[in-house]
């Protein structure tokens, strides 16, 4: 049974950080490109970033470019969400996503597995 388990999140005021991790279990972590998205009240699921197989190559969206980060160990079979310079409008859930590809995809549909997520509330 596959399980994606995110934690980390919490309430942060503007400015500050958080670091999102998501542990993996019950597949080949290293089968895997991971991805997170966040989904805002009201916003439909868009993806932050997504990193390959192997950790080696990684892309983030424009809108967290620069502030966020995204890393794995294959070791521990974890994927991390290094957040920084947290603005209001990040609050939103954020979820881990296992896609069985090399590389990540920006679109949702395309991962086979996912997590339960993770609230992350930035206050002004």
């Known amino acids: 049974q596959v399980q994606l388990v995110e934690s980390g999140g919490g309430l942060v005021q503007a400015g500050g950080s958080l670091r999102l991790s998501c542990s993996a279990s019950?597949?080949?972590?290293?089968?895997?490109?991971m991805g997170w998205f966040r989904q805002a009240p009201g916003k439909e699921r868009e993806f932050v970033a997504g990193?390959?197989?192997?950790?080696?190559?990684?892309w983030s969206a424009d809108s967290v470019s620069g502030r966020f980060t995204i890393s794995r160990d294959n070791a521990k079979n974890t994927v991390y969400l290094q957040m920084d310079s947290l603005k209001p409008e990040d609050t939103a859930v954020y979820y881990c996503?296992?896609?069985?590809?090399?590389?990540?995809?920006?679109?949702?549909?395309?991962?086979?597995?996912w997590g339960q997520g993770t609230q992350v509330t930035v206050s002004s």
């Open positions: 019950g597949l080949t972590f290293t089968n895997y490109a």
């Open positions: 990193i390959a197989w192997s950790g080696g190559r990684s």
């Open positions: 996503a296992a896609q069985r590809q090399r590389y990540w995809h920006t679109l949702g549909k395309e991962y086979d597995y």
